[in-house]
């Protein structure tokens, strides 16, 4: 029998668990003028901009992926604490919008001793990349390419981040590092191909007893994954 062949592309739906990525670019600035209302700003994200080898796969943004999150309530964190807040989209201390390049933002910081300290660091050039943690709602997978490539079309944004420290693989506990997003995908992958394998039937009552003990096992093991990546 003739194994068909998965598609190149495959897209998928809302994922459970926070994510966070870094752009290894210099956009991050402070603006403090004399008499001026001090500001950082800098792209939290760059469209269509390849990223390092996350394991196995690569990711980019797609123009309009951050369109439907811009208006929620969104913090703006240093180095992603929850302790140290610089600004919030309800409170008008963070604007974000998409430009051409990316997600454009821009940062009242309060006049607090650590707000002031990261505003001589990025000044400095010290601090001079930023961050930001988002769920996926929307991802497109292309296996064509050597190195499979996860493109993100939609996401929820919780906040974005001047950070001392940009990388692509996260490993906090509570946060899905790139491995377990690769993980998840070729498991999500390897189950469609075996299902593909499966002699067709009417009824799956007539499907001889290996394959039907088999199936049950398979999905058995992927609700176990998946509960397993939600407790972690």
Do not use: C
């Amino acid at each position: 029998m003739t194994i068909p062949k998965p598609p190149n592309v495959e897209t998928r739906d809302a994922l459970p668990m926070r994510e966070e990525r870094s752009f290894p670019i210099a956009e991050l600035r402070a603006d403090s003028g004399e008499g001026e209302q001090r500001t950082i700003k800098g792209h939290a994200a760059v469209f269509n901009k390849k990223s390092e080898d996350l394991g196995g796969f690569v990711e980019k943004i797609a123009p309009g992926a951050f369109a439907d999150t811009l208006d929620a309530d969104v913090r703006a964190l240093f180095n992603h604490s929850p302790d140290y807040v610089l600004g919030r989209t309800k409170a008008g201390t963070l604007r974000m919008e998409e430009d051409k390049k990316g997600l454009a933002v821009e940062i009242d910081p309060p006049d607090t001793s650590f707000a002031n300290d990261l505003m001589v660091s990025i000044e400095r050039g010290d601090i001079s990349q930023m961050s930001f943690g988002f769920r996926v709602l929307r991802e497109e997978w292309d296996e064509k390419p050597k190195t499979p490539v996860r493109t993100l079309h939609e996401v929820e944004l919780f906040d974005v981040s001047p950070v001392t420290f940009p990388a692509y693989t996260q490993t906090k506990v509570a946060v899905r590092s790139a491995d377990q997003v690769f993980a998840e995908y070729t498991e999500s992958r390897r189950a469609q191909e075996q299902d593909a394998q499966e002699p067709p039937a009417s009824d799956e009552q007539e499907q001889p007893q290996e394959w039907q003990r088999a199936k049950r096992k398979r999905r058995n093991d992927i609700r176990e994954k998946e509960l397993k990546t939600k407790k972690g």
